[in-house]
């Protein structure tokens, strides 16, 4: 029997700062009625000027890593999902990587936006499984808020920064990752994207002239795929792992939106225990969102040694993905 991928500690970091719903009617023509009932969302964390997506990701693997009670130098690999790293490079991981002294690592950023945390979680479960790696630090982590153009109620009112980590480990126990798919549908990358500041349209006067190295989105049509992936991704992952909706004990999705949350529970017929919002507290953290939830989950008391839990997740590219996990602590 091969090996899985079990997580053994978990942990979360958010900014101290808060920006509430009432903050945001000062910068933009909004309501804390609108943002309450259209997403779900009452606040948010947002990051100072100078702390950057690795900070947070630092904090949160140090809390991770203290639960697994590992030394950092057993640490193999780190991989941070996150589409707003410190700089276009080094990777955010490698500053983790110096942060945690994790010494004989081997460390990498995943672009999967939203997805991040899954994708990451996916590529483990395999390094564990072939031999590969042993130990694994998976991270979640973005700082949104450093792209968003602050004069777009279309957006602004969504995100949140912040980061979540998992340190995955390999056991022969009947404990773990039983099962990931991933998804992308690349015909929709105009839908959600950062059009400049990359190799396609660097950055120059115009560039800042015309706001196009902040988020575009076109919500909307987001919203629809995003309901519609995350279906598939859980059917997908359910299948692989052999189980049905009725064997699982909790859903963690990605925390975009408190409607796309109800549309996928009142598919799987879901009770409100068996799903896990926080976004009034968060918004949406990007890549941070499935491993703060998860941290907070478990803390909380909602994930028991035995569970089945599905994590689920879709964002720009649009990617998605869902993961099966037998919780093991
Ligand atoms: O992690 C992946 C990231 N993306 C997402 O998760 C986004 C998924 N999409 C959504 O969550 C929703 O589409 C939104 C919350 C973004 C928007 O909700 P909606 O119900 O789809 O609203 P809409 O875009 O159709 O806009 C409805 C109205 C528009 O006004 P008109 O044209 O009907 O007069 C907007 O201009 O609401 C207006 N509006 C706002 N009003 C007050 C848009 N943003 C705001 C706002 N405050 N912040």
Redo the contacts with the bound molecule.
Sequence with gaps: MSLKAKIIGVGLAAPEKILTNKDLEKI????DE??KS??GMSERHIADEKTATSDLATAAALKAIEMAKIAPEEIDLIITGTVTPDMPFPSAACFVQNNIKAVKAAAFDLSA??SGFIYGLSLSKGMIASGDARTILVIGADCLSKITDWTD??TC??FGDGAGAAVLQATSEDAGVLSTYTYSDASKTHL?QVPAGGSRVPFSKEVLENRTNFIK?E??E??KN?VKGMERAIDAALHKAGLKYEDVSLVIP?Q??IR?IESIAKRMKLPPEKVFINLDKYG?T?AASIPIAMTEAYAAGRLKKGDILVITA???GLTMGAAVIKWGI
């Design positions: 933009v023509e909004t309501s609108w943002i259209r997403t936006a939203c109620r279309n009112v969504l959600l989105m919500g909307n987001v919203f995003a990605h975009a939106n796309i949406n990007s879709f964002g720009a």
